[in-house]
């Protein structure tokens, strides 16, 4: 006897009958029609094979020309053994071979490398076939599938069939190949495609005795669809490529903190292309409980970064990060210890709970690396001097008694605030509104839907002060262009006004390297001697004081401060000069002076009154604790001299006082008895910590360990206790953290570890130091990984 499987095949099948179906090993019921798979022949039907089933009655497959005829020709169709991705090449063009999960698994039960490309840019996959494919007899069919449940209506389920045409922006496929058993096909995809995880079938089709015959594989893997910067046609398109280096492909930068005069820069691996990073970001934008976004919207950029926004934070909707600014970190992390996103969003995505905790520069961090991960392009931005206006006025008032004391108004000015700009077109304003776009995911306030979400909002309305457009422009340009107005209570019904325009200093992201020199707004002094610091507050306003940034606040609509109408200005006839002395770099745990300067610059003897306070200050602008205040009266100042008045500060002073940033404010205020002239100044200044100093071998190679050793010397005449060693490095070592002995008092620590490096190319080591009495003490450096 011979087989429909072929001559010679004399296997047994074991086959329930249950009425006009069979069951068969394993518990499934079979149609009794013509299938794909293994045949089997019973009274003028055929059926499905499987493997034995128990009590079941023996059926032979044999062969009986007149009854079989149908089933042999279909036994002997084209059927697709595998399909290959071709991941190798499709990676390489499509700018995605850096993601973890496109290349194979060092573990032998690990993950199968999945296919990741970009929309509107065609990829080809490799079809596996039992014969060779005969275009004359053959057809196929691919059908990619977005979603829980795909329909052709919101475009999540779609059909394409082989040819040759190529229309621009649509779905498409065409044969690329044929060699032996093996097919390439090409697919095209259209440049809105929705962004995510697509699942991939393919169907073969034949005709024959004038009925279908259709053979269905469905791939395991499915196939990961992103925004496209390199695409023409995407609305994320940046024209120039070499930008995209450092927004999309850079997988580590800076953000930069300190105060308007001390700006440095923080190391931060954004790890986009780490494991469980992507997947992540999708989740939030799909399958998480609270996502905002329908399929339909999630090719959008616009909607996407907006949705983002909010879930970053947690306010409203059990998002990524718990903001957190009571320097009370107890059941969770301190913001300064975080060094990049990858340790946040891989615990948030294991959990599916929010993390403990965040402020600005870490949820910036967290949407610069989402949106890389998602092919948008994406920088930190850091704002000095940042206004946090609370009444929509554009103006920022602070008050103080004639003792120097601050009154709490609801309006702050930070000292610096971090959030995105995000590259797309906006096709949903009117013309020229493209390019970056502002947004914020610290949840500060409520955006008009309610939700703490912030932007995105074009830069080029933003600098116009154009802010009834979407979104949440009033806010953000407030953020850098407010008026800053300082009053002094003389008495509780009297007011004296002083404008400050001060808001908005020296706006700041990392320099992409393809940019050889250091671009700056202006030829004034720089706060920031980094040679990868870039000042873009060009981008953002005016140059302060000019007829446009004067004309940009009053497009705003700016309805002015509304602190008080009893109010008078200062006295035009100000013949005191004084001077704040601005501090130099003071290491912490040393002893430093706070100095002012007052020159008599009249013909005439002038008194002077008033106070020097000194405080440790949050970020955020608000007062931590008093540290110290003195006193003067009656202070004689002759014609044309000058007097320095001196406050010293101790380390004592300031040990058991001082917040997060190590952040100071200096304020003066005095009076002039003869001619009432009031002088009100504040300076903020930062202690500066050491160094960790890092030494390892200038190169590596993939999969060979090499050896890494630090130290820095403790500043402080006190022991560090309870200390901790942070290490991350993406494609060289994922987050960790060893504890490490306690450090004396002005002693050397040194330490060691050992790295093994996964990924070739230029990789980065950030290690970070933290202990009870002092935190983010950092260091990193680059190496070569060879292949």
């Known amino acids: ?20 179906t069979f069951r068969v090993g394993g518990g499934r019921f079979l149609k009794p029609l013509p299938h794909w798979e293994g045949l089997y022949y019973r009274s003028g039907r055929i059926y499905e094979y499987g493997d034995g089933y128990d009590d079941s009655e023996i059926i032979e497959t044999v062969s009986t020309p007149t009854r079989l005829s149908r089933a042999a020709r279909v036994a002997s169709e084209l059927k697709i053994e595998k399909c290959h991705y071709n991941i190798t090449k499709n990676t390489e063009t499509h700018h995605t071979s850096d993601y973890s999960i496109t290349e194979p698994s060092y573990r032998r039960d690990g993950p199968l490398p999945q296919l990741v490309v970009r929309r509107g840019q065609p990829f080809d996959v490799t079809l596996e076939l039992t014969r060779p494919y005969d275009s004359k007899k053959d057809d196929l069919k691919l059908i990619f599938e977005f979603g829980k449940t795909p329909n052709p209506i919101e475009g999540t389920y779609v059909e394409i069939v082989l040819s040759d045409a190529d229309e621009p922006r649509q779905w498409g496929a065409k044969i690329q ?97 780490e494991d469980n990073i992507l997947d992540c970001a999708l989740y939030l934008l799909g399958e998480h409980e609270d996502a905002p976004l329908k399929n339909i919207f999630r090719g959008d950029p616009v909607r996407v970064t907006r949705a983002l926004s909010a879930l970053i934070n947690c306010q409203d909707d059990n ?21 990049g996103s990858v340790a946040i969003l891989e615990q948030f995505y294991t959990t599916k709970q929010p993390v403990n905790f965040g402020q600005c520069w870490v949820f910036s961090g967290v949407v610069t690396t989402v949106c890389r991960a998602l092919g948008i392009p994406a920088r930190s931005v850091t704002n000095f001097e940042s206004a946090h206006d609370t009444d929509g006025s554009i103006t920022i008032d602070k008050i103080c008694t004639s003792d120097g004391e601050k009154l709490e108004n609801g ?18 304003l009117p013309k020229g509104y493209g390019g970056w776009q502002a947004m914020d995911a610290t949840p500060q306030e409520k955006s008009a839907n309610g939700l703490y979400c ?56 990392k320099l992409p390297s393809c940019i050889k020199e250091r671009v700056s707004s202006s030829n004034q002094w720089k706060p920031c001697t980094e040679p990868d610091w870039q000042d873009v507050t060009s981008e953002y306003k005016f140059e302060e004081g000019s007829k446009e940034e004067r004309q940009s606040v009053k497009t705003a609509n700016r309805k002015g401060s509304q602190c008080c ?129 890092i030494k390892a071998p200038p190169d590596a190679q993939v999969g060979k360990s ?79 990984v060879k292949p």
């Open 411 to 428: 309006d702050s000015v930070w000292n610096f605030h971090v959030w995105n700009d995000v590259w797309m077109d906006r096709p949903d």
């Open 319 to 339: 998002g990524v990060l718990v903001g957190n600014w009571s320097n009370n970190y107890r059941g969770g992390t301190s913001p300064l210890k975080w060094k």
């Open 1 to 20: 006897m011979s087989s429909v499987f072929g001559a010679g095949d004399m296997r047994v099948h074991y086959v329930r009958r249950t009425r006009n």
């Open 565 to 693: 109408k009893d109010v008078y200005d200062q006295p035009e006839n100000a013949d005191v000069k004084f001077e704040l002395k601005e501090r130099d770099c003071v290491m912490y745990g040393q002893n430093f002076e706070v100095t002012l300067k007052i020159t008599n610059e009249s013909k005439s003897e002038r008194t002077v009154s008033g106070c020097i306070n000194v405080n440790t200050v949050k970020y955020t602008g608000q007062m931590h604790e008093k540290v110290k205040k003195e006193k003067y009266t009656d202070v004689v100042v002759a014609p044309g001299e000058s007097k320095m008045l001196t406050v010293p500060v101790t380390f004592d002073d300031y040990m058991e006082k001082l917040v997060e940033q190590c952040e100071f404010e200096l304020c003066e205020l005095f009076t002039v008895k003869e001619t009432n002239q009031t002088s009100v100044e504040n300076i903020n200044f930062r202690l500066t910590k050491p160094i960790l100093i």
């Open 454 to 509: 912030c932007g995105p909002f074009p830069l080029s309305a933003l600098k116009r002060g154009e802010v009834n457009i979407p979104y949440d422009g009033s806010f953000i340009y407030a953020e850098v262009n407010a008026d800053r107005v300082n009053w002094v209570q003389i008495c509780w019904h009297k007011l004296i006004r002083f404008f400050i325009l001060r808001v908005g200093k020296f706006i700041s992201t």
């Open 177 to 273: 190949d044929m060699t032996a058993n093996y097919l390439t096909v090409t697919v095209f995809t259209p440049p809105t495609l929705y962004v995510g995880k697509w699942e991939f079938r393919v169907d073969i089709i034949k005709l024959a005795d004038e009925e279908n015959t259709t053979f269905r594989y469905n791939c395991s893997q499915p196939i990961y669809i992103l925004f496209n910067p390199w695409c023409k046609d995407d609305t994320v398109y940046m024209e120039n490529e070499k930008l995209l280096d450092e927004y999309i492909l850079n997988d580590t930068g800076k953000i930069y903190v300190g105060n308007q005069r001390q700006i440095f820069g923080r190391k931060w691996n954004f790890g986009q292309f």
């Open 706 to 784: 090499f050896n890494v050793d630090v130290s820095f010397t403790n500043p402080l005449p006190v022991s560090l206790n309870c200390c901790e060693l942070s290490i991350e490095g993406p494609g060289l070592q994922k987050p960790i953290v060893h504890r490490k002995r306690n450090v004396g008092s002005y002693a050397t620590f040194t330490d060691h570890f050992v790295l093994t490096p996964m990924k070739k190319g230029i990789r980065e080591i950030l290690v970070s130091f933290n202990a009870t009495e002092i935190e983010m003490i950092e260091g990193d450096t680059e190496i070569l």
